[in-house]
């Protein structure tokens, strides 16, 4: 499956983005979904994740601020980013994996595929 994300940009603290992923194929349903994003000088961290049954999973630093969805009539994938914060600023990346674990769903050696990434700028 290839995937392209979109939304990303400037915005200031405290405000608000949604990032979409859209993926290509005819089995996006079959896949796990899960955002993950990379600071300048940082690994790569987990963000978010959506099973196929729409269980979702975050990280604590995004937990009540983040909210991760999936259309599958769309192929897509969506980040809704509220109440941004400085420390957000950073690449996201979209992944897409066959994962059936909650453990799994956190790991980015699971997922198969990745976008090409889209840079979330928040200032102070």
């Known amino acids: 499956v290839q995937l392209v994300e979109s939304g990303g940009g400037l915005v200031q603290a405290g405000g608000s983005l949604r990032l979409s992923c859209a993926a290509s194929g005819r089995t996006f349903s079959l896949y796990a979904m899960g955002w993950f994003r990379q600071a300048p000088g940082k690994e790569r961290e987990f963000v978010a994740a959506?099973?196929?049954?729409?269980?979702?999973f975050y990280a604590d630093s995004v937990k009540g601020r983040f909210t991760i969805s999936r259309d599958n009539a769309k192929n897509t994938v969506y980040l809704q980013m509220n109440s941004l914060k400085p420390e957000d600023t950073a690449v996201y990346y979209c992944?897409?994996?066959?994962?059936?674990?909650?453990?799994?769903?956190?790991?980015?050696?699971?997922?198969?595929?990745w976008g090409q990434g889209t840079q979330v700028t928040v200032s102070s």
């Open positions: 959506i099973s196929r049954s729409t269980s979702t």
């Open positions: 992944a897409a994996g066959r994962i059936t674990t909650p453990q799994a769903m956190v790991d980015m050696r699971y997922y198969e595929s």
